[in-house]
């Protein structure tokens, strides 16, 4: 299969779904999505620590995938894992007390933007050395099958960590040991500056499970119901004793690499072109076209989302900054 | 003279080895058409050529391994970090193969190879704030080499990359200047100094293994390097103005170690401050402290003082990357401690 997967802006195909997991993604993903638009702003106009990297254009992939697993299956992100923590219910207040480091924060302002973290959620951690997420959810795998706790564990990372060695071995031992785990390539089709046909020698990155003889499947990842569909059968698999599953959703990075990088490497015209594909714009009009919600339905929605970002923006800023010697608690565990 | 940044006089050294001798190439991410995340390789493509100037995948231990090989078989390669946090990705390439190659070989192989990029807290959290520096001084078989200046930048990398070892070659990110992704916050640091920013044009060489005396002094010699050595400087200014003669010492390569410079000042000052941005547990100025006691211990007056990052990995919040890292205060304080003011 080509890189250059036609783009898609149909509507979403809703037919036959829920109305009520319909309208949360749909939530989810402008949370998702207004999260990120708000943290721009937030880095130009106020001290907003350190850095960040927007999912804007990918919701569909982590909204897809976290909307089909239960809520004590577990999830590894990556650099790129807001939007990841907003689908799995990472409270908004905390995730932005974290942006701003404060005691409030997920993680209690120590790990900010890149390691986003929340085990009462399943969320293990955002991992920032590129590919090295994956053995860890395998881990989790495993470690559910060890407790017999029904568990399945999910690596969300993206296409430039498939040229990473640890990518290989840990799929290896998924599939040498069956476990019930699920690797998602969130292909946004850039390794910050490489594509990926300029980094990997077969451009088609679901094909290399079948080395390991592991189940796999392409999918458009800026349909969420696509997504969805494809997790749902990876987790009745997993759950079943069945194994691991690689799924590549493919998507397209709106923005930059992080903060103000300009992504002057990619033609507009691409850009363009996937912008008009938007994930939240294509489940909007499958809702509309289906009946499922009208158009006041879903601009509450929007007003619904925009709201919740905002007061996790004002509880953040109300919130306590870290101090100091904080750190001194977090360095090693006592038993 | 003409002025450069640090980031600059790197790429400076760089291409002009690279015009003098074909065997040096680069490897690394995005340093092709992109021109390398803090634009150190900025242009090397167009000039160079895609046989020369490698964009690999994220394959750390994997484009390590072939700089190895390729160094190995008459080649002279540049590897590229794009943080320097992630080299521990390539641990067994570097430390493993690179480092030992040459005693496995009973001398018959050498690696010339120079394993570069940036570190220093920045404010980005635990896995892009490391100094990775001591690791590697802790490998014999390697050298260590940490540019503070721009001067000392350009005839550092240039005897890197002549150099027939590995040279991990540590930048610092708040060092590289304004032209570079980061330098606007670097010149927000009062305590950076102008100092070295006078690049010659032409090619130069600085032996590795030989320090530079920063400033001149009496009472108390300060040991520094990469960002660490302005904030020596800023304090032994300061000082100044109470009558304390400081010092200040750039040892700008930790493997090999100048220790006869350092030596030779303590000799005179009789008061020692060590400072370096790694952690202090098995860090940089633990083993400089041993050293100095191993060599100078007569001539002491007090024990050595060492300021150092504490041993945590960096927090995110500003304020604890603050208290972690060394600040100006903590050296000087330091240098109060040695001398009992
Ligand atoms: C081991 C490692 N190498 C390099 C980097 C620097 N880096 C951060 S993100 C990135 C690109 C990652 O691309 P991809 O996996 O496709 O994820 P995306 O950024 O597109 O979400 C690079 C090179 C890193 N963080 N870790
Ligand atoms: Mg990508």
């Known amino acids: ?335 | 003279m003409r002025q450069l940044s640090q980031a600059a006089a790197i790429r400076e050294g760089i291409v002009q080895e690279m015009r003098q001798d074909p065997s040096v190439i680069l490897l690394g991410e995005d340093v092709g058409k992109f021109g390398g995340a803090f634009h150190i390789t900025h242009d090397m493509l167009d000039e160079f050529g895609a046989e020369r100037v490698w964009d690999t995948p994220i394959s750390e231990a994997g484009f390590t391994g072939l700089g190895i090989g390729a160094a190995l078989t008459g080649l002279r390669p540049i590897v590229e970090y794009q943080y320097l946090d992630f080299i521990f990705c390539a641990m067994d390439q570097v430390v493993n193969q690179a480092a030992k190659i040459r005693l496995m070989s009973g001398g018959r192989a050498k690696a010339p190879l120079v394993l570069r990029g940036p570190q220093g807290a920045t404010g980005r959290g635990a896995q892009h704030s490391q100094s990775v520096e001591a690791w590697f001084m802790h490998t014999p078989g390697m050298k260590v080499v940490l540019p503070s200046t721009p001067y000392d930048a350009k005839g550092l990398i240039i005897s890197a990359i002549r150099d027939d070892n590995p040279v991990l070659f540590v930048e610092h990110k708040l060092l590289y200047g304004a032209a570079s992704p980061g330098g606007g916050k670097a010149l927000s640091d009062t305590a950076i100094q102008a100092i070295g920013t006078d690049v010659p044009e032409e090619s130069y060489a600085i032996p590795l293994g030989t320090a530079d005396i920063k400033r001149q002094g009496s009472d108390v010699t300060i040991i520094a390097t990469l960002l660490m050595l302005h904030r020596a400087l800023s304090v032994a200014e300061e000082l100044a103005a109470e009558g304390i003669s400081a010092e200040v010492i750039d040892p700008r390569s930790l493997a090999p170690l100048d220790v006869a410079t350092i030596a030779a000042s303590i000799a005179k000052t009789n008061h020692v401050v060590v400072v370096s941005e790694d952690v202090s547990r098995a860090g940089v100025s633990a083993e400089l402290v041993a050293t100095i006691n191993d060599h100078c211990f007569y001539d002491l007056e007090a024990p050595v003082q060492r300021v150092a990052a504490a041993n945590t990995p960096i927090p995110f919040a500003p304020a604890s990357e603050r208290h972690v890292i060394p600040q100006v205060d903590d050296i000087r304080a330091a240098v109060r401690r040695v001398l009992s003011i």
């Open chain 1, 1 to 335: 299969m080509s890189n250059t997967m036609e783009i898609r802006r149909d509507p979403v195909d809703c037919a036959g779904h829920d109305r009520a997991l319909l309208l949360r993604m749909f939530r989810k993903m402008l949370e998702a999505r207004e999260f990120e638009e708000q943290l721009y702003y937030l880095f130009l106009t106020t001290a907003m620590p350190g850095t960040m990297h927007q999912a804007v254009g990918q919701e569909a992939v982590a909204v897809g995938v976290v909307s089909a697993l239960n809520p004590d299956d577990t999830i590894t992100s990556t650099h790129r894992g807001h939007a990841h923590c907003v689908a799995k219910d990472v409270p908004l207040k905390d995730m932005m007390a974290e942006m701003f480091a404060k005691q409030e924060g997920s993680c209690r302002g120590m790990g900010g933007s890149m390691h986003l973290t929340d085990f009462n959620k399943g969320m293990l951690g955002a991992f920032a050395i590129v590919g090295s997420g994956i053995p860890i959810a395998t881990g989790a795998a495993l470690s559910a099958r060890v407790r017999g706790s029904g568990q399945v564990a999910v690596s969300f990372f993206g296409d430039g960590a498939v040229n990473e060695g640890i990518f290989h071995e840990a799929l290896n031992m998924a599939a040498l040991w069956n476990l019930p785990a699920i690797y998602i390539i969130e292909n946004n089709q850039y390794a910050l500056s490489m594509t990926v046909a300029e980094s990997s020698a077969v451009p088609d990155l679901a094909s290399r499970a079948c080395a390991y003889g592991m189940p796999s499947l392409r999918v458009d990842g800026n349909d969420v119901l696509a997504v969805h569909e494809a997790t749902r059968e990876a987790a009745k698999r997993a759950r079943a004793g069945e194994g691991p599953t690689l799924i590549e959703a493919l998507t397209y990075r709106i923005r930059g690499h992080a903060r103000f990088e300009a992504a002057g490497y990619r033609p507009s015209e691409e850009v363009e072109a996937w912008k008009k594909a938007d994930p939240i714009e294509r489940l909007a009009a499958g809702l509309l076209a289906r009946g499922i919600a009208g158009e006041d339905e879903l601009n509450a929605i929007r007003a619904e989302a925009e709201a919740a970002i905002e007061d996790a923006i004002e509880y953040a800023q109300s919130c306590t900054d870290v101090q100091a010697e904080d750190y001194l608690s977090y360095i090693t565990a006592e038993n």
